[in-house]
């Protein structure tokens, strides 16, 4: 278990991780940090749980924490610069998944892959969700609330899950110091957040992403769509090259591999 005191401590000094929030059970540590930001929480406010009952995961899908086995949190980002504005939530996105693969490798020793849009993969299976979502207050982004799920010692049935999923502990084969990785994660965040070079970004996000070159299926809010993936733009975008031959864009959506048996 996580003690108030202790994290208050170890995250002493960290500028994304200050002042923490802690929960021993929340609804959704995204929702807690929403509520948090609109009365004016600033900048790297961290809200963290040992429980989620309402964890929440991208277009209305559920995400599992039960108490004690993961980390869940959520960090509040009030980006200024104008440049971020405008990108933000592409680069917030590949920041975060960079910034969990580097700590997952730091404290594991395992290797981290990402499966686009931002899934972290550890030995091909899911270990880690990543939610972000972006308030405006009319044309100006207002806020930033970035929501990560870390499997530390859960690892979800697989009845449950539209993709394999694992957690650290079963890969590694070890106990893995939950406060130590969450320590670890914020000063990656940190390091990412600070260093401003959108191109850096792109160019160390593009070459963790598993699936490139590979046939898969495409699953969009309109439909599936079959090809190879080809590459990712710098928008976060993938470039799918359909199995017409036709090359398209797809900027949202569930990436599985092709089997064998399903290709033509
Ligand atoms: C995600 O959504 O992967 C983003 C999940 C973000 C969770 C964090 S936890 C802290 C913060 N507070 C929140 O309320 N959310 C964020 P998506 O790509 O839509 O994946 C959701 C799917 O993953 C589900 O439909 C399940 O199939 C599967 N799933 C659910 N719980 C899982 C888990 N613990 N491990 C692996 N897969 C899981």
Redesign the pocket.
């Known amino acids: 278990m996580f003690q108030p005191m202790t994290l208050n401590q170890s995250l002493a000094g960290l500028r994304l991780g200050q002042p923490v929030f802690f929960y021993r059970r929340i609804g ?4 807690e940090a929403k509520r948090l930001a609109e009365s004016g929480a600033p900048e790297g406010s961290l809200v963290v749980a040992e429980e ?1 009952t ?6 209305g ?5 039960p108490p004690g086995t ?1 980390l ?3 960090l509040i980002l009030r980006p200024s610069s104008p440049r971020l504005q405008a990108e933000q939530a592409t680069r917030l996105n590949m920041l975060a998944g960079l910034a969990v693969c580097e700590a997952i490798e730091a404290v594991t020793g395992l290797r981290a892959a990402l499966k686009w849009p931002n ?1 972290v993969l550890v030995a091909k299976k ?2 880690v ?3 972000v979502e972006s308030v405006f207050a009319g044309p100006r982004l207002d806020y930033v609330i970035l ?3 870390v ?1 530390v010692s ?1 690892k ?1 049935p697989p009845e ?4 394999p ?1 694992t957690c650290l502990e079963a890969e590694v084969g070890r106990e893995v110091d939950r406060l130590n990785l969450l320590k670890v994660l914020l000063t990656r965040l940190e390091a990412r957040y600070r260093s401003a070079s959108p191109v850096a970004l792109y160019a160390d996000w593009r070459a963790r992403l598993t699936m490139m070159g590979e046939p898969v299926i495409i699953q969009t809010a309109t439909g599936d769509q079959h090809g190879r993936m080809e590459d990712v733009a710098p928008d976060g975008a993938l470039i799918l090259q359909l199995d017409s031959g036709e090359m398209v864009r797809v900027l949202a959506g ?1 990436a599985h591999l092709r089997r064998p048996a399903d290709l033509t």
């Open positions: 959704s540590t995204n929702d989620q309402a964890g929440r995961g991208r277009s899908r559920k995400w599992m924490t993961a869940a949190l959520s899934d899911k270990a969700g990543i939610l929501g990560i799920g499997n859960f979800p449950q899950v539209q993709f999923a569930e």
